[in-house]
Structures are given as structure tokens and as C-alpha cells.
């Protein structure tokens, strides 16, 4: 065992990671961290940071090479232990540094199946894993067989973007060749789905060594291609323990983990209930915390901060000691949140002592809320997502996906 102080490389495109960052530090090592000039102002725990690097652009703005070259010079006075993506769209950037440099961790080949759509449906399938039907966009006459045998309506889905951004919902096999067509060259970057109407569960955990730590499970109330789709309010809440639900999406995401070979750190699943028949269906997965706040919820249920503990599985991974999970409570948690018309939205008037979080995001109102009493929790989501459709929300146009990872 090592317990000296290790070096870390950090790669984020988007303002997240903080408390990541700051465990890592306070665990006595180096932290570097990479992001997009354009996040230069953001409020980084700077004090904690030993050197932070500013790259041109954002994310696909991003040169790859020029990347490389600068790790590789601070590499030539820093010996670089681990490389961390705390983003969907970091994943492949630090896929490539860990193969071009040589250092352990997640390779290109294992990286796909937790950014790549196609990748991760054909794995699961193969794996003997339930997938609602697919087919890649590559060849006219699987598209028509697709067609003609699985019932519509179908999604067609970018294979490599994160959450619901740029899906696109069709009815018939008309409508598909439409979009299809309007695509282009890009159809490669797509594939279509049946769409299968069901409740959409979230499944958020840490892994060491290929051992499941640590896994909740909760429940979208309104799913993220529902807000991408027709704006609105987004709430999702941690289900009832031990559920049947609990224990057969607990038992899939297990298989999922070891089908893809996922090894250690943070993992945030979705699985969908299918109305129809009641079976789990695999439907994505990512090796990162969960985004919209929901790494909050997951605390204010469990106790447990994701990001802090993810960080402290890397550093025992790094430094060789036993890493050991702090107590998992038991309580239940909600998250509801909407984007708001004002830039800093007045919530003084939820008072409730349930409150845990108050979501910090401009134009944003969000609320966290915990309780001992699940039916309490779920009143209150109802109760908040009702004022915030009165008095704060609004809508805007999702943006049109131009360049492709």
C-alpha cells in the first residue's frame, strides 16, 4: 500500500464535479482539471484544484491532438496515476488519452458500450439482456425489415448523446424514411427503436473492482424525453425498498455491469417497466454520476454524496488500501424541477421542513425534498410540480444536434 499522494487528471466539458474534486484533494493528492475556456468563470472549487487547463471551444470543439500534446508535457514533470471523465462527453476524450498514454483505466473498446447507444444494445442483446427492437441506420433494407415487422410508434435516437437531446419520436414507416432522409450522411450516427410505453426507472451506483457498493433505484414521474419532447416539470423519486420493482431492477443493472465489463467508479442506468408485458428492459447507461441534481436526491435518500465516494474509490484504487462504503440510510427523496421564466426565482414560500436542497441553477426552479415517509414525499412532489407549473415555468426549444460524437 501507497498512501502517498497521487496524481489525478480530471476532464470536464460542462460546470459539474465540484465536490469530485474536492474529495480527491482532501484525500492528499495532486488534482488537474481540463475544461472548456468558455467555463473559465464558473465557480470551480479552485482551492482544491492544483492547476486548472483551459481548452478551445467545447467538447467536439475540442482537438484531440492538441489535447494529447498538453497532457503529455505535464506529464513530463508529473507522473500521472489516474484520468477521470466526470462527463458523458468526457468519456471518450479520456478513453483516448488512458490508450495513447498508457495509463490504467476504462480503454476505448469498454468506453463505447457507456456512450454508444448502438453499442450498448447490441451488447445487452447478445448478453441474453431484455432491449425494446432496434436496428442500426446503416442498411435500407434492415431499416424496411424493422419497419414492416415491429410496430410503431418508433424513436430515433443519436447513438452518442446524452439524455433525450435530439430524439426524435415517428409514427410510421412514412414518417421514418422522412427523417431519415432529412438526415443524410448523419443517419450513421442514429439508430430507431421501438418505443415502449412504460415507467422509466433510474438506477445510480458505485462499483470497486467489478462489486456492486452501492446501487438505489428510482423512478422518472416525468421522463426526460417527456420534458425534451413538451417541456414541463421533472421529478423523480427513489422507489419503496425491497419492491419488486427495487429487486428486478437491482438484478438486471448487475448483469448489465458484467456484461459491459464495467470494473470501478460511479454508473447511472435506465431501465423502462414496459406497460404491455411488465418485463425490465435495459434502455442506456453511463459511467458517471447522474446529472439534473440527481446525485442530491440520491443523498438526501441514502446519505451517500456519489461524486465524494466515487472520488475515494479512485483514490484506494490508486493508492492500494481497502476503500470502505460509509452507512447507507434509508430515507426517501424527491427531486422536482422546471426551467423558470425568472433568472433567480423566489421559492421562499416552500417552507415545508421536507426541503433538503434548493437547486442553484439560473433559471431554474428546483426543489429537493426527504422524509422517513414515502407517501408524504410523493404529496409534496405532486403539490410542487402544481405551483411550479403556475408560477414559475416556462419552455424552450431543445437545440438541433449539428455535430456528432
Known amino acids: 500500500m501507497n498512501q502517498q499522494g497521487k496524481t489525478f487528471l480530471c476532464i470536464s466539458n460542462f460546470f459539474k464535479g465540484n465536490a469530485f474534486l474536492t474529495a480527491l484533494k482532501k484525500q492528499g493528492n495532486r488534482v488537474f482539471l481540463v475544461t472548456s475556456e468558455k467555463l473559465k468563470d464558473k465557480p470551480w472549487v479552485y482551492e482544491y484544484i492544483d492547476e486548472v487547463f483551459f481548452m478551445p471551444g467545447q467538447d467536439l470543439d475540442w482537438d484531440l491532438n492538441l489535447l494529447l500534446q498538453g497532457v503529455g508535457g505535464l506529464m513530463k514533470n508529473h507522473k ?104 443524410g450522411d448523419n443517419r450513421l450516427y442514429y439508430l430507431v427503436e421501438q418505443f415502449k410505453p412504460g ?84 434502455l442506456e447507461t453511463s459511467s458517471r454520476v447522474g446529472g439534473a441534481h440527481l446525485a442530491e436526491m440520491v443523498e438526501a435518500a441514502t446519505d451517500i454524496n456519489l461524486w465524494a465516494e466515487w472520488a475515494k474509490i479512485e483514490d484506494s484504487l490508486a493508492k492500494g488500501y481497502k476503500y470502505e462504503l460509509p452507512k447507507v440510510a434509508k430515507n426517501y427523496a424527491g427531486i422536482v424541477l422546471t426551467l423558470s421564466k425568472y433568472e433567480h426565482p423566489d421559492l421562499s414560500s416552500f417552507d415545508d421542513p421536507e426541503v433538503y436542497f434548493r437547486v442553484p441553477l439560473e433559471y431554474h426552479a428546483g426543489l429537493i425534498v426527504r422524509s422517513k415517509n414515502q407517501q408524504k414525499i410523493m404529496e409534496l412532489l405532486d403539490n410542487y410540480a402544481e405551483r411550479f407549473a403556475n408560477e414559475f415555468s416556462t419552455s424552450a426549444a431543445a437545440p438541433e444536434v449539428k455535430k456528432f460524437h
Open 80 to 183: 500521472i496515476e489516474s484520468i477521470i471523465a466526470l462527463d458523458d462527453y468526457d468519456v471518450e476524450k479520456a478513453t483516448f488519452l488512458r490508450e495513447s498514454l498508457r495509463i490504467p483505466g476504462m480503454g476505448q473498446t469498454t468506453g463505447r458500450f457507456f456512450r454508444d447507444k448502438l453499442a450498448m444494445r447490441i451488447k445487452a442483446q447478445d448478453s441474453g439482456l431484455r432491449v425494446p427492437a432496434f436496428s442500426p441506420l446503416f442498411n435500407d433494407e434492415d431499416i424496411n425489415l424493422f419497419a414492416d415487422h415491429i410496430s410503431a410508434p418508433w424513436v430515433l435516437k443519436p447513438r452518442s448523446e446524452a439524455s433525450a437531446h435530439g430524439i426524435i419520436k415517428v409514427n410510421s414507416k412514412e414518417e421514418l424514411w422522412h427523417h431519415i432522409n432529412e438526415l
Open 199 to 282: 415507467d422509466v426507472y433510474h438506477a445510480d451506483g458505485l462499483l470497486l473492482n467489478g462489486k456492486s457498493l452501492f446501487l438505489t433505484v428510482s423512478k422518472y414521474l416525468a421522463t426526460p424525453m417527456e420534458i425534451s419532447q413538451g417541456g414541463g416539470i421533472f421529478r423523480s423519486s427513489n422507489i419503496k425498498y425491497g419492491s419488486s420493482e427495487d429487486k428486478a431492477i437491482k438484478k438486471a443493472n448487475l448483469e448489465i455491469m458484467k456484461a459491459f465489463g464495467m470494473k470501478s467508479g460511479a454508473t447511472h442506468t435506465e431501465f423502462i417497466k414496459c406497460h404491455e408485458d411488465g418485463e425490465i428492459y435495459f
